[in-house]
């Protein structure tokens, strides 16, 4: 009975997955809309050109209207739980295009303790803490907006380092990640702009007019900032506060966000994963892809043939899709990687050994992985992740014979030190901690699951004696904290999802000795969701910059896909 469930659901999965993806191209999945991203893209647009873009204006309103929930309040997605973010973007958006309603404003109060200026620059502060990447753009916005008053208590953000040599960045401590430059410099100018000036002040001011210069060398030919609508409509309406609604970048990022936006009004948090969601896709399919070479020349071709000007990484690496706003990262660069050697068999090709030495290049000095830039600084998203480290292991793993022999000798000396930092930092219990997905349902949002469940996928081909120690503690781990209903929440006690139960359900398939029974549960929640018509609620388990929660429709099919494709393996069940 069990084996005609697994081919039941892998056959489904399969047929839906390759339907969704475009003739000849990549998939693209689709993300959450944002009240964020709308809330913002809707500001912007108002602040730029009110009557020019009513129609996007109003549009944009009514889905923060219709998205709104009981309470006054919004989350990240549709499917999150309100937040302060969220509530404070949209509130200052409403306020500023209609009429809020007092139950949002009422939400806030309580979320502050109080309504001044003090209570809500405060409590941006102390939730964001030093990264001022998010808190600033929100603080500029809510004084824009008129929700606030007093500029002098904003914190200003140094524009004037933008013109400095990016390799110099981070011996200033920059107080914004490394893909914030293009705010620094719009919310510095403008927040300068608003501010008292003092004797330094000429001296800041001669530096504007370079600094704009520099935006404009950062923007992509289709306007959008990192494909992101918060980070783009952040520029767009900092430009235009500080008098600069006619300047290039200014209106190059408002043709972004008309020609980003959703036919319901929304705007998703970024464009698109699809080189994420392909490499997902790829595993998860295996040999059931016809045209493999073909897409293997596609993938090959989305690589970066030049240096990024957003973080300085030369070229050979992938970003997490194929458009002009996307910047190199390592998780897609080693997804990429391993998509190929899945699609190509192992077949070297200069492509691979560029990739190889990009992500050589980028491995931190504490030797785990970062994803976009090393050693920038200590922010959050600038430090080295265990999840994406243990990726990058995978892709040397599987070209490593291949190589050229001076590649094989970085790559061994790579992976060791890689595996040295992943034991360091592994915790008592055998987990590591993501940082690039959580769970909106655990207190500190926190999921070790996912990056515990995803190492260890990443590790099974490992033959370092350090791996198998690591692995052996990471199982315990996973099978310590699955659930009575057989699924897997982020940590243990929380309520299970399919996304992250699939993740456990890869990970222990991989191991043939792990005992049956634990998958078999696993296998049967699943199911359960698959017979209710349940496996494709959207589960927001992705975090975007500044811990932003976002779904996306091919996590919950490549996610289990894959895992019952392991399963179905492990238990010897026959195709």
């Not at 300047?247 to 994963?273: C, M, Y």
């Not at 050697?341 to 077949?347: H, N, Q, R, V």
């Not at 959207?538 to 490549?558: A, M, Q, V």
Request: one cysteine or more; a positive charge.
């Amino acid at each position: 009975m069990r084996e005609q469930q697994i081919n039941e659901m892998i056959n489904v999965l399969r047929e839906q997955l390759l339907a969704k993806r475009p003739t000849g191209g990549i998939w693209k999945g689709k993300l959450s809309s944002s009240a964020i991203s709308t809330s913002v893209s809707v500001f912007a647009l108002s602040m730029v050109d009110k009557e020019k873009y009513t129609s996007h204006i109003r549009k944009g309103t009514e889905w923060l209207n219709t998205t709104m929930h009981k309470d006054g309040s919004w989350g990240d997605s549709i499917e999150s739980p309100s937040n302060m973010t969220a509530t404070l973007l949209s509130y200052a958006s409403l306020s500023a295009v209609g009429a809020p309603t007092q139950k949002t404003k009422e939400y806030l109060t309580r979320k502050f303790g109080g309504s001044t200026d003090r209570h809500i620059i405060k409590g941006v502060l102390d939730y964001y803490g030093k990264d001022l990447t998010f808190s600033a753009p929100i603080l500029v916005m809510c004084a824009l907006a008129g929700i606030i008053s007093s500029w002098d208590e904003i914190p200003q953000l140094p524009f004037e380092v933008s013109v400095l040599p990016q390799k110099m960045f981070r011996f200033f401590q920059l107080p914004v990640v490394s893909y914030a430059i293009p705010a620094l410099i719009a919310v510095g100018i403008l927040r300068y702009k608003k501010g008292r000036k003092n004797i330094l002040s000429p001296v800041r001011e001669s530096f504007i007019n370079k600094s704009l210069q520099v935006l404009v060398k950062l923007q992509p030919h289709n306007g959008g900032f990192l494909e992101a609508a918060p980070l783009t409509a952040f520029v767009a309406m900092c430009m235009s506060g500080a008098g600069y609604k006619d300047h290039i970048a200014t209106q190059k990022g408002v043709g972004f966000l008309v020609d980003t936006v959703r036919e319901d009004g929304s705007w998703p948090i970024d464009t698109n994963l699809a080189s994420w969601v392909t490499a997902l896709s790829v595993r998860a399919l295996g040999d059931d892809i016809k045209d493999k070479t073909d897409l293997a020349d596609v993938i090959k071709k989305n690589a970066f043939t030049h240096k990024h000007p957003f973080t300085g990484a030369k070229e050979g690496g992938w970003g997490w899709n194929d458009l002009p706003g996307a910047a190199p990262d390592a998780d897609d660069t080693s997804g990429a990687l391993v998509a190929l050697y899945i699609l190509s068999g192992g077949t070297y090709t200069r492509e691979i050994g560029k990739g190889i030495e990009w992500l050589l290049d980028l491995q931190n000095k504490d030797g785990g992985m970062p994803t976009f830039c090393k050693g920038w600084g200590k922010l959050p998203f600038d430090r080295s992740s265990p999840d994406i480290s243990a990726h990058s292991l995978l892709a040397f793993q599987l070209w490593m014979n291949v190589l050229p022999v001076d590649l094989q000798k970085k790559c061994r000396a790579s992976r060791l030190r890689m595996l040295r930092w992943m034991n360091k930092i592994q915790a008592a219990d055998g987990s590591w901690t993501p940082l690039w997905f959580g769970d909106q349902d655990a207190k500190d949002e926190r999921s070790p699951l996912y990056a515990t469940a995803m190492t260890i996928e990443y590790l099974s081909g490992a033959e370092e004696p350090l791996a198998h120690e690591m692995i052996q503690k990471g199982l315990r781990y996973v099978l310590s904290v699955q659930n009575a209903d057989g699924g897997w929440g982020g940590a243990k006690n929380i309520p299970s999802k399919v996304t992250l139960t699939a993740r456990a359900l890869s990970a222990l398939a991989s191991y043939p000795e792990i005992k049956k029974e634990p998958m078999e549960r696993a296998f049967d929640f699943l199911y359960r969701k698959f017979k209710a018509e349940e496996l494709y609620t959207p589960e927001p388990i992705g975090l975007y910059f500044s811990r932003l929660w976002y779904s996306e429709e091919l996590y919950n099919i490549t996610f289990v896909l894959n895992a019952l494709k392991k399963f179905r393996i492990a238990t010897g069940s026959p195709n």
